[in-house]
């Protein structure tokens, strides 16, 4: 009996095995989200700024892409997003690899979206769909929580308990989020206006201090010090303006987990 058992048991991992996918990710977003998912098994190939996974092979960065090594891996698929060339994705659909390429989400229902397509293409659609069960009733409770917390955040005719906002993400220009972006939605969440109305991420200092907004988000911007340089210059220019420094890792990346992180932090910080 036991040994039929350790037979069928084998047969099944090895069944699993053949037919568990080959995936290369060209976006660290894309590998975060299949990490997250409990899924990095799958991924034999990956960029220089994806996080490390057991087994993989980096094949170039963000801008560039070693074709030759992703051939060489025998990828069942290749997920590529916003910066990948697309001479790249042609050549590779040319050899007959399939290649899925995603925009990059404007809102978190679409970082939602992208999560279902990705648990699909790697075959892991019951990882995915608890997974993002999960998320989805973390984000509805924080969302409760800021309701409550925060009434102005559920009710648009407060504006006298209002607060101003800005998210600041480069430094040498000045690089800011913008309306209609998932980025944007963490304020909104709150129930935070972003002082900067415009499409064009890149504005003027003048302009920050003439709006003079409450508070001002910075991303750490790789962790090099630069944040906290800027939080003491608009300290000295906007006074009474709180600063919060946040990770750019997650608030910056996709994913259904670093943007319930990214707006739990964003949350602790201006209810302190």
């Not at 998320?135 to 509805?140: G, R």
């Not at 800021?146 to 559920?154: C, M, N, S, V």
């Amino acid at each position: 009996m036991q040994k039929i058992l350790l037979t069928t048991i084998f047969l099944l991992t090895a069944l699993h095995l053949m037919a568990q996918k080959r995936v290369v990710s060209l976006s660290p977003s894309i590998t975060y989200t299949i990490v997250q998912l409990g899924a990095e098994n799958t991924i034999v190939g990956r960029t220089s700024y994806c996080p490390e996974t057991d087994g993989s092979v980096i094949v170039g960065d963000v801008l560039t892409t070693n074709i030759e090594s992703i051939i060489a891996l025998k990828p069942d698929v290749v997920f590529s997003m916003a910066f990948t060339q697309v001479n790249v994705i042609n050549k590779l659909r040319s050899l007959g690899i399939e290649v899925v390429n995603f925009n990059t989400p404007s809102t978190f229902d679409e970082i939602a979206i992208t999560t279902l397509k990705i648990g699909k293409h790697i075959g892991e659609p019951g990882k995915t769909q608890a997974y993002l069960s999960n998320e989805l009733n973390n984000i509805k409770a924080l969302k409760e929580a800021i309701a409550e917390k925060l009434p102005r955040a559920t009710n648009p005719y407060m504006p006298q308990n209002s607060k101003t906002a800005m998210f600041q993400i480069g430094a040498n220009p000045l690089w800011v989020v913008t309306p209609n972006t998932y980025m944007n939605e963490y304020l909104t969440t709150l129930g935070i206006y972003n002082i900067v109305k415009t499409q064009n991420g890149q504005i003027n200092r003048e302009f920050v201090i003439t709006e003079r907004p409450n508070i001002i988000f910075i991303s750490d911007m790789g962790d090099t010090g630069l944040a906290d340089t800027e939080a003491e210059q608009w300290k000295k220019l906007i006074p009474n303006c709180k600063t919060v420094i946040i990770d750019a890792n997650k608030s910056c990346c996709p994913t259904p987990q670093f943007y319930r992180e990214t707006l739990e932090t964003m949350y602790k910080a201006i209810t302190e």
